[in-house]
């Protein structure tokens, strides 16, 4: 099959390390992860020729971003919103740019800053009129997907807990996670209900910062002297609210089966994944959904430290993902693609470094899985993958 495999690789990674910033605006932090992550490619903003960001964009998105950072070279703009799922996505898009000669150096920046500064109201879809007046929130339509996973197929909440108790393990090796104290499944189910069967450790949590890669061609990941990870599939989907949504599957269904044949590769080829953990039930039904055990097996499968490294059955989110370490502006896809490529470099937290990683995947949510939004898959591995 066709498709982008070996078009571009990931050069350069970075990850805002405060998870509260004061005295800071939102085009500020994009500043310095994308300064950040150049570095630690060995570029400069000079080479830079590719701009990819999303909807945290301040003023007229990238427009306003290239004259605020001076990168007059550039010559290929995207700004695409998917909400969690965009940078992933994005991910792809920019090696397809690559392979077509629209750019040579692509920085894809995402930042926020919802701890810091006041809450603003995300501008209306055609669809809130008719449903938040009724209740509708991002915590109570996960709840119904949840809730419907367990009454489909038995899941508990103690197994949903499993998630968030495998995320504190990992977290308590990363300085930087928000939340850096181990929980057990009593002290889940022990916190208040936000959402039944939601608890508030079931729910990720919400930070300021921000991260970027650098993704280039071939021919110029060849002149760095640095680590670099291949773009080996990426495919996106989207899942609409109606008139008949089953909440019991995800968007990653299709976007999962689509980026594993471009990538020529299966579920059992990961070795390590990044998994959007909006909250517990997400990583759960994304794990179903992708092929790595069966519909309605995602309980048994996180059951007894399954998502934890060295000891489960896959390693999952080894930063302690959105439930403990980052979830910036509420968009948890980029820190989801940083890990992914510090595992494959060797670069993760030494408790959690996994030995000999050729593939990882990134997947990414936007919206809300029990009801529309959109899934973004993307497969990284080594140059010899």
Known sequence: MSGIKGGAYIVGAYEHPERRITGSSVPQVLAEVTHGALADAGLGPSDVDGWFGSSEQPGLGGLSMLEYLGLRGVRHVEDTESGGASYPTLVGHATAAIMTGRCEVAVIAMGGLPRSLPPHRAVSGPEDPFEIPYGISPVALYALAAARHMHEYGTTSAQLAEVKVAASEHAKHNPNALLRDPVTVAEVLDSPLIADPLHRL??????????????????????????????????????????????????????????????????????????????TITVLML????????KGEGGRFVADGGLR????????????????????????????????????????????????????????????IGSRHFSSTLLLGQEDT
């Open 202 to 279: 079931d729910c990720c949590v919400t930070t300021d910062g921000g991260g970027a890669v650098v993704v280039v061609s071939p021919e110029v990941a060849a002149r760095l002297d640095r680590h670099r990870v291949k773009v080996l599939g990426q495919a996106e989907a989207f899942k609409h609210a109606g008139p008949a949504v089953d909440v019991t599957i995800t968007g990653a269904v299709w976007s999962g089966p689509r980026a594993f044949a471009e990538a020529g590769l299966k579920p059992v080829d990961v070795d390590y994944a990044s998994i959007y953990d909006s909250f």
């Open 309 to 368: 490294a060295h000891v489960g059955k896959l390693a999952v989110n080894t930063d302690g993902g959105g439930l403990c370490n980052n979830h910036p502006g509420s968009r948890g896809g980029m820190v989801k693609i940083i890990e992914a490529v510090r595992q494959l470099r060797g670069e993760a937290n030494a408790p959690v470094q996994l030995p000999d990683v050729q593939v990882a995947l990134v997947q990414g949510i936007g919206k809300a």
């Open 287 to 294: 794990l179903e959904d992708l092929g790595f055990c069966g």
